[in-house]
């Protein structure tokens, strides 16, 4: 089956192809997508060294099946998950389903892993090609593994159940499962863009009593007002190590600082803010997934601080999807009005640059 895909060539450049799709095997699964999201990984993975269908989150219909897929069947409308457990490695066997021993392309490195369905299935230019995060979203149609999808169990546009499969399960994971946010407690979130609009998210469903967004885009704290957002900071760009925002924050929080804290801007440099920005005992979470090396001031511990790092939000996708849509379904999880623009594939280009000015909450292929 011959469709149309964004292909990363590796050195800073996509082009939209042909690529041809093969029959599912075993406990593989044919996907037909009708949305995929579009974040700033889909982004950085132009300048991967290699060529790659594109695209991690997506939403879609089973079109066919493996003869060993057993949860799912042709006309399921499904969420793809990038987290792919093996179910049976030492981190899944301690409930780390996200970082996978086995299936994570995270934890092995961005390569092909245990997760990806063969190679073989997906062929360009008459070569087998990898698939981002095992997935390759951008397509209009993938092979997956059987672990890689989750059927919805409500009704939901594609569109809004598309971006169910990373960012909205990062942000919502991170308070509600990694830092386990308290009732009636404050806590603060730096930078407002899609991951950072649904840690806002999570923390109104956890009930948190006070929650400060902090952005240097004031169109961005409007929207955060509407996600949850009891407080806004507008930082400026000059202040180093938003050492005035901090200051502001500690205004609001009797001088202490936040119980916790989010940083959601994939900034270096503001990689050590959260810390600053709780007080002792508070807990910071790094939720944008920095990976270089930066230096920390260890004053910045003092005292009984905790830094994590989770990854994905901690998702077990078998539990976690249904749950995020059940809560989407009762209305306390809002995901139509976080699509702010959908794109054609050919408009991927309009896409990326919208998502980078910060013009969207959330922008979203449609197929």
Known sequence: MQVEAAIATGNGQFEIDFIDVHEPQADEVLVELKAAGICHTDYDSLSWGKPIVMGHEGAGIVRQVGSAVRKV?????????????????????????????VNSPVTSGNKASGGHAAMERTTYKGQPIERSFSLG?????TVVREAAVVKTNVPIPFTSAAIVG?????????????AKVKPGRSVVVVGTGGVGL????GARIAGAGMIIAVDVN????????RYGATHTILADRADQGLLQ???????????RGADYAFECTAIPELGAVPLAMVRNAGLACQVSGIEQTISFDMNLFEWDKIYINPLYGQCRPEIDFPILLNLYQKGDLILD??????????????AFDDMLNGRNAKGVLVF
């Open 337 to 350: 009005e976080l699509v702010t623009r959908t794109y054609s594939l050919h408009q991927l280009g309009d």
């Open 245 to 255: 925002a901090v200051g502001q924050v500690k205004q609001l929080t009797g001088g």
């Open 218 to 225: 004031p169109n961005r704290l409007e929207m955060a007002v």
């Open 166 to 178: 990373c960012g909205v399960m990062t942000g919502v994971g991170s308070v509600i499962n990694a």
């Open 137 to 141: 979203t951008m397509s209009g149609l």
């Open 198 to 201: 649904n840690v806002i998210q």
């Open 73 to 101: 069947q042709p006309g399921d409308s499904v969420i793809l998950n990038w987290a792919i457990p093996c179910g049976h490695c030492f981190q899944c066997l301690e409930g780390n389903q996200h970082i996978c021993e």
